[in-house]
């Protein structure tokens, strides 16, 4: 299968324990995560063993910024009008035209704040029952990885993290001993993070807060400084796909995306909500959907009624009849079969 293009939603990192969209504006409304169950969350409870900690990790995170960086900031009325506005994401609402510069920061901050307690080493060492990542660098990789470096699958992702080829990065090293795997793949620009990616982000080792007893933690440093220069490179906020038309940066990532879609046989698209400006910027040429020698691929898994209607709408007019509610593994396992043998 060569000419793969997966393009990652926040729903594609929800097994791996990241927030989704959905949650990342929970959080920031209510002040902290609101531990309950749903679609995305981990079958085994110790999974999540550490969330009581996250809250006064994130408010101090909120500490430092209205105490360092803007003493003037208003929170609570950030709060009042991202829950009154009606986004569906802290990405729509800071797409406005009608964010300030001030609004814009802290939103870019908070961002990096909560992916900085996520994405961490201990995340990647741990079972997952939707291991997706691990599944397809096994199938592609095992017995050819030459073959995988020639025909590296391109990777549009809509996360800010770096979890997917930080894995990548580790299988390489750890399991088919490539020295440096880093290097090799920043030269082959196989990963396009549309909205920017936060570099360097402090590990949660040194973040993490410890329960020495029932209601006490003792609170290790946070590396606030580290977590808002990160938030400066939160950028391509999706309100520039108009307002920025002559700007050669958001130009040049733009063409390189519809590159890529161009040239795609097979896209596989895992934990994505198919917003309408998302979808603006993967095919703004609408003839690439309608081409029938590529295979588009989806699971609906995790998204709401209405949205898995238009979908089915859409495959009527593509004339497919796909099984699209599963999770990311039972995805590939269905659309990538296992190659059994080298």
Request: hydrophobic share 30%; charged share 30%.
């Amino acid at each position: 299968m060569k000419n793969d293009v997966f393009i990652l939603g926040a729903g594609s990192s929800a097994s791996y324990g990241f927030p989704t969209g959905e949650q990342l504006k929970k959080i920031i409304i209510n002040d902290g995560i609101e531990i309950h169950p749903d679609v995305y969350r981990h079958e085994d409870p110790k999974f999540y063993e550490d969330d009581d900690n996250f809250n006064s990790y994130y408010n101090s995170c909120i500490e430092y910024f209205t105490k360092k960086i803007n003493p003037n900031f208003d929170k609570e009325k950030f709060k009042k009008d991202f829950r009154t506005a009606g986004s569906f994401t802290i990405d729509t609402y800071l797409s406005s035209p009608h964010r300030s510069d001030e609004e814009k920061e802290f939103g870019k901050y908070i961002v990096s704040s909560i992916i900085s307690y996520y994405e961490d080493l201990d995340r990647m060492e741990m079972d997952h029952t939707d291991n997706w990542i691990d599944y397809y660098f096994n199938r592609k990789i095992s017995f050819q990885t030459k073959d995988f470096f020639e025909n590296l699958p391109k990777v549009i992702s809509f996360n800010y993290d770096s979890f997917f080829e930080n894995k990548l990065i580790h299988h390489l090293e750890k399991e088919h001993g490539i020295k440096d795997a880093k290097s090799v793949l920043n030269t082959r620009d196989f990963i396009t993070h549309v909205y920017g990616k936060l570099n360097n982000q402090p590990y949660r080792q040194s973040n993490k807060q410890i329960l020495t007893q029932p209601g006490a933690y003792v609170q290790q440093e946070i590396d606030f400084k580290t977590i808002y220069d990160n938030s400066k490179q939160v950028g391509f906020i999706r309100g520039n796909i108009d307002s920025n038309n002559n700007n050669p940066f958001y130009l040049a990532k733009l063409s390189r995306i519809h590159e890529i879609i161009k040239e795609a046989d097979n896209i596989f698209i895992l934990g994505y909500g198919f917003d309408m400006y998302n979808n603006k910027i993967l095919f703004q040429d609408q003839r690439l959907l309608e081409d029938t020698t590529k295979r588009i691929m989806y699971t609906s898994y995790g998204l709401e009624n209405t949205l898995i209607e238009d979908l089915n709408r859409f495959d009527a007019i593509k004339n497919t009849n796909q099984v699209k509610n599963e999770k990311c593994l039972e995805f590939l396992r269905r659309t990538m079969p296992h190659q059994l043998f080298p």
